[in-house]
């Protein structure tokens, strides 16, 4: 592919958006590719993705401005569309999906990253929904998934004034869940980018939810995700119906098993996805 890389390792796989001379930002094709991908993800064998973009100083600087510059009305609403659909196949991707944010994520890129289950990102991370200072509103979902996420005044504060925020800023407001920098030796020079701390934190995260049983984490993504579009009462049998659906896997059944063996030389097997 031109602009999205894939690279599975072991239990978990990275999509990277290879698209640094423009900061990563989505054209058609990043869109197109990114459908591709994901469609084609080993769900047999893969139990979490990690999703970046290439380099060190940008994630996704948003939807494809000069692209977008020329877009007729018809057009704009197909370039939409295939922006919509790609996000919402990644929020209800089976399995989770870690935004790893390595710098700008303005526009579409901060909306993408709200597309997946949860955000780590670097300490020179940057997001924003700059939108109306373009005369446009976000268009793949910001002003939805920015309100369910910080709360409608703080998504209402940012994108009406369309002023970004710097990682400390987005961390404090429950935006991302951890922020990295760069490791340094007692000397203070640096012996990891804060690039390589986060993507080694997103990819250790990865692992251990992969080590997790499978069918049960996505049901979890399923029962918050599903549980979040009804009210309280329809939210608990929604989670009732997939708590149960795990009574029916072979992971439950050796979960519960090791845990009641009492056998202290036991080595925990790995869960089979069944
Ligand atoms: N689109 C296209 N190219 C971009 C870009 C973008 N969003 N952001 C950066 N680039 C390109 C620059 O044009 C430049 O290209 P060259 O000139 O080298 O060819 C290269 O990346 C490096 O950028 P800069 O030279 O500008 O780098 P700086 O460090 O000076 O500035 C920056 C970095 C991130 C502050 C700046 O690039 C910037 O402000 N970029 C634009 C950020 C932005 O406004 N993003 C939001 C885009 S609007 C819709 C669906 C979705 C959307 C809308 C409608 N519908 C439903 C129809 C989404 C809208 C958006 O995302």
Known sequence: M???????????????INREKALNALNST?????????????LETVRCLVLTGAGTKSFVAGADIGEMSTLTKAEGEAFG?????????????????????????????????????IRLCTDNAVFGQPEVGLGITPGF??????????????????IYTARNIKAAEAYRI??????????????GNEVKSAKEVLMAAAEKMAAG????APIAVRNCKKAINDGLDVNMDEAIVIEEKLFGDCFETED???????????NKEKVKAPFQNR
């Open 174 to 187: 429950g935006l991302v869940n951890e922020v990295y920098s760069a490791e340094k030796d007692a000397d």
């Open 141 to 158: 979902g910001g002003t939805q998934r920015l309100a369910r996420l910080v709360g409608a005044g703080m998504a209402k504060q940012m």
């Open 30 to 42: 990043v869109l197109e590719e990114l459908d591709q991908t994901l469609e084609a993800v080993d």
């Open 252 to 262: 439950q059944k050796y979960g519960m098993a090791f845990f009641l063996d009492k």
């Open 81 to 117: 569309k295939k922006g919509n659909d790609v996000f919402r196949k990644l929020e209800t991707f089976p399995i989770p999906v870690i935004a790893a944010v390595n710098g700008f994520a303005l526009g579409g890129g901060c909306e993408i990253s709200m597309s997946c289950d």
């Open 209 to 212: 939810i992969a080590k997790n």
């Open 2 to 16: 031109e602009f999205v890389l894939y690279e599975q390792k072991g239990a978990y796989a990275i999509i990277t």
